[in-house]
């Protein structure tokens, strides 16, 4: 029996020497061509075989796996284990007994266990487990016999609970993984302490695949590279401006005075137009559609802030979005408490159907409704999180992707991406949030830079949102704020403050700007 060493469980293959998968090749040649495309690890199974023809086969493979250094694991068989000396077994909840498995095989055998419940996955810990195998997470054909479906949620929990429970234990999940789902897997298992799945165990994806070199060098690039900016993204920040910020955005919005055509609830309206006033932009207040065509054509941008949901308000919302696409003219969409109620869930899909939307903005639960996630359940304008960094990430880029637009999700750390990059903000104070409105007139504000600064619409975006949140930074430290009620005519001054010192060549209020890119190399 070989020696225990640290293994690399990122591309977990499981055989299959059916007729429906393996065909009429050669099991051997198959998992050699897998390894050579980038297999870290090989288990054989094989319910059906005689022990004579399990050994014989286990032989052959060993030989395969140890020239390219990856381990062979058997499952169930813990006798063929033994017999062929490879370095260990797989055994699932009605196999062998981990504790004879570790009797049979030794403390230097790798011994992994299959887990479907959090109960299961603790107690194989508890067991001396070396390593899990979660499942299932998908329906699939070559395990029929599968008593629940996890599906990502379900293998988040399993490791939550291991990482509660103080486990360091390697992970893989099973069941259904393809090259078309392997990255959403592994970003939607992230939970919310950062703990990752180590690998993702396949089986028809390769063996019955034409080239399984080929499968195997795509899927293991495609682990790999998600592994990569998941940790980037739990990374700790690098502050810097970066090259999504530029004064110009700032300038350009105080020199051009841009028409920000806010259709929002009178709630909002009076500091919205305060605030675009304060950065050099110029406000109208609208929510009729009929005249939305004769304000796209004045070069300005529209801001749709779903406040009050009404059928004549959505109507007045769709005729709007259709004018401004039809001028070439920015959108900029607040889907404000969206998962609140079952009328704003459709009324979030009657929005995204009446045309395109250039920026999408809110805070988390907003976001997920707009994503799709109708089990988001808001109170209200509830700005609270479920998301660690990574999924937060992913969420704004895949929406972004989707959408072909720029996404914006406020909270502590804002995240906005355009679909490729992902950008953090890290400014703003929590004075913001103790104001009616101020989530408001950041669409506001956004809207402004979108109509002065074409040129790059994700930079436009980030560099409105570090004036607006800079400003609030530094009024909340003003010697005349005492509390929010203060705090706002404090705010407005700092706008307009950096909106001159820009506009006479002064940028040094960006010093302050404390931006990340979240998949950073």
Sequence with gaps: MAGKKSIDYALYLVTDSTPEILGSRDLVQVVEDAVAGGVTCVQLRDKTSSTEELIAVAKRLHEVTKRAGVPLLINDRVDVAAAVRCEGAHVGQDDT?????????????????????????????????????????????????????????????????????????????????????????????????????????????????????????????????????????????????????????????????????????????????????????SPIMSSYGEEAADLARLGGALVINMGTVTPEGLANHQKAIKAYNE????????????????????????????????????????????????????????????????????????????????????????YVSDGTAVVRVHNGHKFLGEVTGTGCSLGTTISAALAAYPESRLSAVVTAMLHYEIAAEVAAVRADVQGPGTFVPAFLDELYRIREATTGGDASWLERARVSDAFAR
Aim: overall charge neutral; glycine content about 10%.
């Design 97 to 281: 007994d981990l504790a004879e498995a570790r009797r049979i095989l030794g403390p230097d055998a790798i011994i992994g266990v299959s887990a479907g419940t959090v109960e299961e996955a603790l107690r194989a810990c508890e067991g001396g487990a070396d390593y899990l195998g979660i499942g299932t997470v998908y329906a699939t054909q070559t395990k029929k016999n599968s008593k629940v479906i996890l599906g990502p949620g379900g293998v988040r929990e399993i490791l939550a609970a291991i990482a509660e429970g103080g486990y360091d234990i390697p992970t893989v999940c099973i069941g259904g993984i393809n090259q078309s789902n392997v990255q959403f897997t592994l970003e939607q298992t992230v939970t919310s302490s950062g703990r990752t799945l180590d690998g993702v165990a396949v089986v028809s994806v390769i063996i019955a695949a034409s080239d399984p070199a080929r499968a195997s060098s795509h899927l293991l690039a495609t682990i790999r590279e998600t592994a990569r900016k998941t940790t980037a993204a739990l990374g700790t920040p690098k502050f810097g401006t970066t090259s999504y910020v530029t004064q110009d955005v700032v300038k350009r919005v105080g020199e051009l005075k841009p028409i920000s055509h806010n259709m929002t609830n009178l709630v909002v309206q009076n500091i919205a137009a305060n605030v675009a006033l304060a950065i050099g932009a």
């Design 327 to 414: 001028a070439g003219r920015p959108v900029v969409y607040d889907p404000v408490g969206a998962g609140a109620t079952a009328i704003r869930r459709a009324a979030v899909k009657t929005i995204m159907a009446a045309g395109h939307l250039d920026v999408i903005k809110g805070n988390e639960g907003e976001i997920k409704t707009v994503f799709g996630n109708d089990e988001t359940q808001q109170r209200g304008v509830d700005s609270s999180s479920t998301l660690n960094a990574a999924q937060k990430a992913y969420l704004v880029r895949d929406l972004a992707a989707r959408e072909g637009n720029i996404v914006v999700m406020t909270g502590e750390t804002d």
